[in-house]
Protein backbone atom coordinates (compact mmCIF):
# COMPACT_ATOMS: atom_id res chain seq x y z
CA UNK A 1 0.00 0.00 0.00
CA UNK A 2 1.33 3.28 -0.89
CA UNK A 3 -0.10 6.84 0.22
CA UNK A 4 0.56 10.56 -1.07
CA UNK A 5 0.06 13.14 1.23
CA UNK A 6 0.16 16.91 0.08
CA UNK A 7 0.71 20.07 2.32
CA UNK A 8 1.58 23.81 2.09
CA UNK A 9 -2.13 24.76 0.35
CA UNK A 10 -3.72 27.84 1.89
CA UNK A 11 -5.18 31.26 1.43
CA UNK A 12 -2.48 33.65 -0.37
CA UNK A 13 -2.63 37.17 -2.31
CA UNK A 14 -2.17 37.51 -5.92
CA UNK A 15 1.24 38.05 -6.56
CA UNK A 16 2.65 35.84 -3.52
CA UNK A 17 4.19 32.33 -3.04
CA UNK A 18 3.67 28.62 -1.76
CA UNK A 19 5.45 25.49 -1.74
CA UNK A 20 3.58 22.32 -1.38
CA UNK A 21 5.09 19.35 -1.05
CA UNK A 22 3.90 15.56 -1.63
CA UNK A 23 5.24 12.51 0.24
CA UNK A 24 4.70 9.25 -0.69
CA UNK A 25 5.25 6.63 2.16
CA UNK A 26 4.69 2.51 2.02
CA UNK A 27 6.22 -0.18 0.80
CA UNK A 28 7.64 1.54 -2.15
CA UNK A 29 10.10 -0.06 -4.16
CA UNK A 30 11.08 2.59 -6.55
CA UNK A 31 8.98 6.02 -7.44
CA UNK A 32 8.92 6.98 -11.67
CA UNK A 33 7.69 10.10 -12.72
CA UNK A 34 6.03 12.21 -9.97
CA UNK A 35 3.16 15.18 -11.27
CA UNK A 36 1.20 17.43 -9.54
CA UNK A 37 -2.61 17.95 -11.19
CA UNK A 38 -4.93 20.56 -9.88
CA UNK A 39 -8.72 20.92 -10.32
CA UNK A 40 -11.14 24.25 -10.08
CA UNK A 41 -14.36 24.21 -9.57
CA UNK A 42 -16.45 23.16 -12.39
CA UNK A 43 -13.69 22.22 -14.63
CA UNK A 44 -11.73 19.27 -15.36
CA UNK A 45 -8.41 18.22 -13.57
CA UNK A 46 -5.61 19.17 -15.51
CA UNK A 47 -1.57 18.69 -15.16
CA UNK A 48 0.46 21.37 -13.94
CA UNK A 49 4.02 20.04 -13.84
CA UNK A 50 5.76 16.23 -14.19
CA UNK A 51 9.27 15.11 -12.91
CA UNK A 52 11.11 12.25 -14.20
CA UNK A 53 12.94 9.86 -11.56
CA UNK A 54 16.18 11.32 -13.24
CA UNK A 55 14.79 15.14 -13.09
CA UNK A 56 13.56 15.67 -16.61
CA UNK A 57 10.73 18.80 -16.08
CA UNK A 58 7.51 19.29 -18.13
CA UNK A 59 5.36 22.23 -17.59
CA UNK A 60 2.02 23.40 -18.42
CA UNK A 61 1.91 26.58 -20.44
CA UNK A 62 -0.45 28.40 -17.63
CA UNK A 63 2.66 28.28 -15.18
CA UNK A 64 5.53 27.78 -16.90
CA UNK A 65 8.12 31.11 -15.49
CA UNK A 66 5.48 31.00 -12.25
CA UNK A 67 5.78 27.55 -11.12
CA UNK A 68 8.63 24.84 -10.40
CA UNK A 69 8.60 21.25 -9.49
CA UNK A 70 11.29 19.42 -7.92
CA UNK A 71 12.07 16.14 -5.82
CA UNK A 72 13.99 14.62 -3.53
CA UNK A 73 14.13 10.79 -4.35
CA UNK A 74 15.92 10.41 -0.42
CA UNK A 75 12.47 11.42 1.38
CA UNK A 76 9.99 10.62 -1.65
CA UNK A 77 8.73 14.08 -1.94
CA UNK A 78 7.77 16.39 -4.63
CA UNK A 79 7.71 19.69 -4.27
CA UNK A 80 5.81 22.06 -6.51
CA UNK A 81 6.94 26.46 -5.76
CA UNK A 82 4.23 28.48 -6.88
CA UNK A 83 5.00 32.03 -7.42
CA UNK A 84 3.34 34.93 -9.34
CA UNK A 85 0.02 33.50 -8.33
CA UNK A 86 -2.95 34.52 -9.51
CA UNK A 87 -6.60 34.03 -8.80
CA UNK A 88 -7.18 31.98 -11.25
CA UNK A 89 -4.61 29.31 -9.91
CA UNK A 90 -7.19 28.74 -7.00
CA UNK A 91 -7.97 25.14 -7.58
CA UNK A 92 -7.35 21.76 -5.33
CA UNK A 93 -4.08 20.76 -5.88
CA UNK A 94 -3.28 16.80 -6.48
CA UNK A 95 -0.20 14.91 -6.32
CA UNK A 96 0.32 11.45 -8.15
CA UNK A 97 2.87 9.08 -8.77
CA UNK A 98 4.50 6.28 -10.95
CA UNK A 99 5.36 3.74 -7.73
CA UNK A 100 6.66 0.24 -8.36
CA UNK A 101 6.06 -2.12 -5.26
CA UNK A 102 5.87 -5.68 -6.76
CA UNK A 103 4.06 -4.17 -9.89
CA UNK A 104 4.22 -0.29 -11.41
CA UNK A 105 0.93 1.50 -10.18
CA UNK A 106 -0.73 5.00 -10.57
CA UNK A 107 -1.19 6.69 -7.00
CA UNK A 108 -2.96 10.29 -5.96
CA UNK A 109 -2.73 12.04 -2.86
CA UNK A 110 -6.04 13.57 -0.98
CA UNK A 111 -5.53 17.02 -2.19
CA UNK A 112 -4.68 20.11 -0.82
CA UNK A 113 -6.76 23.30 -1.29
CA UNK A 114 -5.15 26.48 -2.80
CA UNK A 115 -6.70 30.17 -2.88
CA UNK A 116 -5.43 33.17 -4.47
CA UNK A 117 -7.29 36.28 -3.37
CA UNK A 118 -7.23 39.22 -2.04
Known amino acids: QVQLVESGGGLVQPGGSLKLSCAAS????????MRWYRQAPGKQRELVAH???????NYADFVKGRFTISRDNAKNTVYLQMNSLKPEDTAVYYC????????????WGQGTQVTVSS
Open 96 to 107: NADVSIITRSTY
Open 26 to 33: GSIFSIYT
Open 51 to 57: ITSGGST
